[in-house]
């Protein structure tokens, strides 16, 4: 990850090459580092990749730069990923990924794992923003970034996610 973040940190006076609702591929191959027992991808790799997708897409969409210059770090507050085909050892791989919405406290990523258009693995990401140890609400970072808060089109996904989330804090 210090790779992503020294690149980022060099590019992030590049103009944005996709829109901020924009999707950003990542091309990949499944290393010998990278595999289990079974010869597929570990599963706790798959974290890993997702992140230096989503550096991607934060240089790619432009955000990285307004990020950085309000050090305004976001965070993940929490993933739900499935699992639908193993990803072998040496298999070539795209990582999709893009801005699905927000809400007052979190903004929504997805990412989806392609393998010649079929697809291998579906990420959902929530992502809290923090500055100086105390927590930048959306608004905040929706200024920072261009963005229009009011905007945001919950999608019904986020809305099931958020309730089990609501269900778990409650039990």
Sequence with gaps: MLGQIIKSIIKRNEPAIIPAQGTSVVRQRVWPHQIDYNLHMNNAKYLNVLEGARWTLFRDNGWFKHLF???????????????????????????????????????????????KGKL????????????????????????????????????????????????????
Excluded at 93 to 115: A, C, G, P, S
Excluded at 127 to 145: D, F, Y
């Design 69 to 115: 210059e309000k050090r305004i770090n976001l965070v993940v507050a929490s993933l739900e990923i499935t699992f639908i085909r193993e990803l072998n050892l040496f298999s070539s791989y795209e990582i999709h990924t893009k801005l699905l919405t927000w809400d007052e406290k979190y903004i929504y990523f997805e990412h989806r794992l392609m393998v």
């Design 120 to 171: 291998y693995g579906h990420a959902l990401v929530k992502m809290a923003g923090v500055r100086k140890g105390k927590r930048a609400l959306t608004p905040e970072i929706c200024e920072a970034v261009g963005a229009d808060f009011n905007q945001a089109d919950i999608k019904e996904a986020i809305t099931h996610w958020s309730d089990m989330t609501q269900a778990k804090r409650e039990l």
